[in-house]
C-alpha cells in the first residue's frame, strides 16, 4: 500500500516562505512513478494545479506561482518538494500531493495516489 505523506504547511505572513515536502510511503516497492506534484484547493474554488515534476526533471507551473515556487525532487526517495517564496494571500489554500502513474515490483497495472493535504495560510 503506497500512502503519500505531506508536510510543512502553516501559517506564514505575506512575503515569506514555506517548504512543502511529500513522500511516498512504501517507497522500496515502487517501481515507477511517472509524475509528482501539488494542488490546492482554496475555499469555495475547485482544485487546481500548482505544479509538476516528471522523473527526467521537467517541470510545469500554474502562471500564479511561476517565478515564486519551485518544485523538487528526490527520485530515490520518491519525495517531492514544494518551495513557496513570496506567499501572497491568494496562495492560501489545502496543498494536495499527487503521485500519477505510479507501478509496483511484482504487479501489473498503474495508479494514481493523493496525500491527505496540508493547510497553507498566508495572513497578517
Known amino acids: 500500500q503506497v500512502v503519500l505523506v505531506e508536510s510543512g504547511g502553516g501559517l506564514v505572513q505575506p512575503g515569506g516562505s514555506l517548504r512543502l515536502s511529500c513522500a511516498a510511503s512504501?517507497?522500496?516497492?515502487?517501481?515507477?512513478?511517472?509524475?509528482m506534484g501539488w494542488y490546492r484547493r482554496a475555499l469555495g474554488i475547485q482544485r487546481e494545479l500548482v505544479a509538476t515534476i516528471t522523473p527526467g526533471g521537467s517541470t510545469n507551473y500554474a502562471d500564479s506561482v511561476k517565478g515564486r515556487f519551485t518544485i523538487s525532487r528526490d527520485g530515490n526517495k520518491n519525495t517531492v518538494y514544494l518551495q513557496m517564496n513570496s506567499l501572497k494571500p491568494e496562495d492560501t489554500a489545502v496543498y494536495y500531493c499527487?503521485?500519477?502513474?505510479?507501478?509496483?515490483?511484482?504487479?501489473?497495472?498503474?495508479?494514481?495516489?493523493w496525500g491527505q493535504g496540508t493547510q497553507v495560510t498566508v495572513s497578517t
Open positions: 512504501a517507497s522500496g516497492n515502487i517501481r515507477n512513478i511517472d509524475s
Open positions: 499527487n503521485a500519477a502513474g505510479v507501478s509496483l515490483f511484482g504487479t501489473v497495472g498503474e495508479f494514481d495516489r
